[in-house]
């Protein structure tokens, strides 16, 4: 079965620093992965999803993740933090056969001023 | 976010009411999911619903009830709660559903959630 670990529960950076978020899954085939940005009080936005067509996927708001399949991890990077990407964020694997998502415990980023 | 909408915002109700999520999506989707987000714990898809038939039950209690009239629409119905049900509820919609036959998993897109809490 599938699975997804994110190595770290909360990550704190300075505004303006390189952000990592790392995340390590499991699957014996081909999976799809994507990273989900959570606000306070808001639904998961989709910030970027992995299948297969580059190892170096680009999403929204300056953010990317590298596919590794030798080391079976998706981190999620960002050069520059920004206060408004404060926020929690989740690393999803699919299921074989597809759109049956699992989900990682979640990484709260704080950005600090 | 405003592909899919749900309503109320906020609830709050006793263990012997009854309620209703509602959820719905203006994205042409074919396939829609409630999950329940709880505090410490991971994400837990509860139900799927692909061309309104019920495709999954993830061992969910009867208590929740769910109903989807068409491809747009998904309720929840809640009787006889716990307050361990107290929880985000999300729900979520994409264009094809599990098991489609697709090499890749489409994106699902999430609506901006109930926040439960039962007394």
């Known amino acids: 079965a599938q699975s997804v670990t994110q190595l770290d529960s909360h990550v704190s950076v300075s505004e303006g620093t390189p952000v990592l978020l790392r995340c390590n899954y499991s699957?014996?085939?081909?999976?799809?992965l994507f990273w989900y940005v959570q606000h306070p009080n808001k639904g998961l936005q989709l910030l970027l999803k992995?299948?297969?067509?580059?190892?170096l996927v680009k999403g929204i708001n300056g953010f990317e993740a590298e596919f590794k399949k030798s080391e079976t991890s998706f981190h999620l990077t960002k050069p520059s933090a920004h206060m408004s990407d404060a926020a929690e964020y989740f690393c999803v694997v699919s299921d074989q056969g597809g759109n049956k998502l699992v989900f990682g415990a979640g990484t709260i980023l704080r950005v600090k001023s | 976010e405003t592909g899919v909408t749900q309503t109320p915002r906020h609830l709050v109700m006793g263990m012997t009411n009854k309620k209703s999520l509602k959820c719905e999506q203006h994205?042409?989707?074919?396939?829609m999911y409630w999950y329940k987000q709880s505090a410490k714990k991971p994400l837990e898809l509860m139900f799927v619903?692909?061309?309104?038939?019920?495709?999954e039950n993830n061992s969910v209690p009867s208590r929740f009830s769910p109903e989807c009239p068409n491809s747009s629409h998904l309720f929840l119905h809640l009787h006889t709660l716990q307050p361990e049900d107290s929880a985000l509820y999300l729900c979520?919609?994409?264009?094809?559903?599990?098991?489609?036959?697709?090499?890749?998993?489409?994106?699902?897109?999430f609506g901006p959630g109930t926040r439960l809490t039962v007394l």
């Open positions: 619903y692909n061309f309104k038939e019920q495709t």
């Open positions: 992995y299948t297969s067509a580059a190892t």
């Open positions: 979520a919609s994409s264009q094809e559903g599990p098991n489609s036959g697709g090499a890749y998993a489409d994106t699902q897109y």
């Open positions: 699957s014996s085939y081909s999976p799809s």
């Open positions: 994205l042409g989707h074919n396939a």
